[in-house]
């Protein structure tokens, strides 16, 4: 008994597939990059229910010094775990002082803001070199835009002050503060299991 013969076709394109190519500079990458990042808004709110009481943070019965160094690099990192957040409020109150004593600094970004806030309203895309630019788009061009200003209004030497006063202020408290007088090794991984 024969077997009938079967054919079977294989031909085909077999061209590799062509790989996408991507421009070096791609402005809608930028629009897409705020829903990645959660938003100022969001940080503070969970900055905030994380924030251990302010009586416990500045009280002074709890500054003292340590014996040796790696007591002391053990402290600065566990004050720096659990205080985290207010750490973050001493910043931002920096940062709030920093703008209230500089009018110029303030008048550059309320100006920003307001034309941010305009953009949005109007919802309008703008032509820009041939290009189609959205309300986002528009935005961070108008924060590119306002650089120099900020720049000759001083803020760079208000961003380094700062930087260096938050630097100073935090590594003060997280060096001299006492942490084991308010939190055991025990309660610590309890609290490092919950969150």
Request: aromatic share 14%; with cysteine.
């Amino acid at each position: 008994m024969e077997t009938p013969e079967v054919h079977i076709d294989v031909s085909g394109d077999m061209d590799p597939p062509k790989p996408e190519t991507k421009s070096a500079f791609n402005l809608s990458s930028f629009s897409n990059f705020s829903t990645r990042i959660p938003s100022l808004w969001e940080l503070l709110r969970l900055s905030r229910q994380n924030i251990r009481p302010w009586s416990e943070f500045l009280q002074t019965s709890n500054f003292k010094t340590v014996a040796n160094i790696s007591r002391l690099t053990n402290r600065i990192i566990r004050n720096l775990a659990y205080f985290q957040s207010n750490y973050l409020f001493v910043f931002l109150g920096l940062i709030v002082y920093c703008l209230l004593t500089s009018p110029v600094i303030l008048i550059v970004l309320g100006a920003v803001f307001y034309a941010c806030y305009k953009i949005k309203q109007n919802s309008t895309p703008v032509a820009f070199f041939s290009k189609q630019l959205n309300t986002n788009q528009q935005c961070i061009a108008v924060g590119v835009a306002s650089v120099p200003l900020l720049y000759l209004a001083g803020a760079g030497a208000v961003m380094f002050w700062v930087l260096g006063a938050s630097f100073f202020v935090i590594s003060l408290h997280a060096a001299f503060y006492n942490i084991d007088a308010i939190v055991t090794e025990d309660m610590e991984t309890f609290l490092t299991e919950t969150v």
